[in-house]
T-cell receptor, first 113, second 116 residues
Framework: GENVEQHPSTLSVQEGDSAVIKCTYS??????FPWYKQELGKGPQLIID?????GEKKDQRIAVTLNKTAKHFSLHITETQPEDSAVYFC????????????FGTGTRLTIIP | GAGVSQSPSNKVTEKGKDVELRCDPI?????LYWYRQSLGQGLEFLIY????????KSGLPSDRFSAERTGGSVSTLTIQRTQQEDSAVYLC??????????????FGQGTRLTVV
């Protein structure tokens, strides 16, 4: 089955700087890669996702890049703000019969004011 | 409309007792997931329901764990003879998964289970 690895497990950045979180996946058939943000006491919420037919996607301060050949994808947050502090999870899933989401182990991001 | 609803939000139970956790997915969502999250840890996959297909139970940690999804809607996760290591937050998610096309999974707030 799919295996997703995520790094780093913790990340601290100064407010205004950029943060990058990286994930690798094992199943070359995977074609959907969402990123979730989890705040304390809440369920994870989708912040951005990318499909395998696209190499990069942006939404304001958040971007995701995908390298299918290397089987890795990354989350980039620019101009970080205190409200970006949370735990971030990457995930991967595949087509027909393998749609279940497999999550990485999470990254605790702390923005230092 | 309403999001994914889980009940109870908190459950304290004595070791050895059975518990049932409920998930009401978003109406019309064909896919439903259960995950377990221990304190400060990641999301451990438990079980996945997709339409009328046989559920993927590969993540259930032992035969004390079981889940049902009645009528393609509400799901119940049952833990029999609870142990202290079962203490965790149990998260349910649903999505409008279509053949060959994955879509956003929406999570509930979770049920915090404490076994004493």
């Amino acid at each position: 089955g799919e295996n997703v690895e995520q790094h780093p497990s913790t990340l601290s950045v100064q407010e205004g700087d950029s943060a990058v979180i990286k994930c690798t996946y094992s199943d070359s058939a995977s074609n959907y890669f969402p990123w979730y943000k989890q705040e304390l006491g809440k369920g994870p919420q989708l912040i951005i996702d990318i499909r395998s037919n696209v190499g990069e996607k942006k939404d304001q301060r958040i971007a995701v890049t995908l390298n299918k050949t290397a089987k890795h994808f990354s989350l980039h947050i620019t101009e970080t703000q205190p409200e970006d502090s949370a735990v971030y999870f990457c995930a991967a899933s595949g087509p027909g019969g393998n749609e279940k989401l497999t999550f990485g182990t999470g990254t605790r991001l702390t923005i230092i004011p | 409309g309403a999001g994914v609803s889980q009940s109870p939000s908190n459950k304290v139970t004595e070791k050895g007792k059975d518990v049932e956790l409920r998930c009401d997915p978003i109406s019309g969502h064909t896919a439903l997931y259960w995950y377990r999250q221990s304190l400060g840890q990641g999301l451990e996959f438990l079980i996945y329901f997709q339409g009328n297909s046989a559920p993927d139970k590969s993540g259930l940690p032992s035969d004390r764990f079981s889940a049902e999804r009645t009528g393609g809607s509400v799901s119940t996760l049952t833990i029999q003879r609870t142990q202290q290591e079962d203490s965790a937050v149990y998260l349910c998610a649903s999505s409008l998964a279509m053949a060959g096309m994955n879509t956003e999974a929406f999570f509930g707030q979770g049920t915090r289970l404490t076994v004493v």
